[in-house]
Antibody, heavy 116, light 106 residues
């Protein structure tokens, strides 16, 4: 069974850093397209970053230069390193897997709050 | 960047109704379009991929159509479990969502 479990969210001050993790089971992270999405409180969904099976990475303009997506094949885990955090980065962050039909598998989400 | 516009933003309907949600892309995306259902506090659930393909396990009352820039999601006979927010998403060029359509009980 495919499972994605996010962790690492919490309260951080503006300008601070946080690393999110997405532990996967039931499939191999490195063989799949994996993405991070986010949803600000009461708002819609926004794509944040993707890492393709070949290792190429891409970012939304809103996070480019501040966020880094990566994966640890030995731990079968996806990461999102978030630096220079801003109030507008406050959101629930979801990891997702493209199982061949676009983003068919999602984690439960982890809340990031950027506030002083 | 490709922009996605959904209509309506809110839709009031009753159990048993047939409802349609529309999604327009700012440029042609062929059939690289997905529909998601999201309930409060939960992750999105994929319903339709490649504009008209039903994801495994999704009830057949859900259907999608369209190509190019105009797409629709239709629920043929609303069930109590269907009241939720629906999002379209293009994946022709990275990933962009519509603003969402909240389906409410009339």
């Amino acid at each position: 069974e495919v499972q994605l479990v996010e962790s690492g969210g919490g309260l951080v001050q503006p300008g601070g850093s946080l690393r999110l993790s997405c532990a996967a089971s039931g499939f191999t992270v490195s063989s799949n397209y994996m993405s991070w999405f986010r949803q600000a409180p009461g708002k819609g969904l926004e794509w944040v970053s993707v890492i393709y099976s070949g290792g190429n990475t891409y970012y939304a303009d809103s996070v480019k230069g501040r966020f880094t997506i990566s994966r640890d094949n030995s731990k079968n885990t996806l990461y999102l390193q978030m630096n220079s955090l801003r109030a507008e980065d406050t959101a629930v962050y979801y990891c997702a897997r493209d199982g061949g039909t676009t983003w068919g598998y999602w984690g439960q989400g982890t809340l990031v709050t950027v506030s002083s | 960047d490709i922009q996605m516009t959904q209509s309506p933003s809110t839709l009031s309907a009753s159990v048993g109704d047939r409802v349609t949600i529309t999604c327009r892309a700012s440029q042609s995306i062929s059939t690289w379009l997905a529909w998601y259902q999201q309930k409060p506090g939960k992750a999105p659930k994929l319903l339709i991929y490649k504009a008209s393909n039903l994801e495994s396990g999704v009830p057949s009352r859900f259907s999608g159509s369209g190509s190019g820039t105009e797409f629709t999601l239709t629920i043929s006979s609303l069930q109590p479990d269907d009241f939720a927010t629906y999002y379209c998403q293009q994946y022709n060029s990275f990933y962009t969502f519509g603003q969402g359509t909240k389906l409410e009980i009339k």
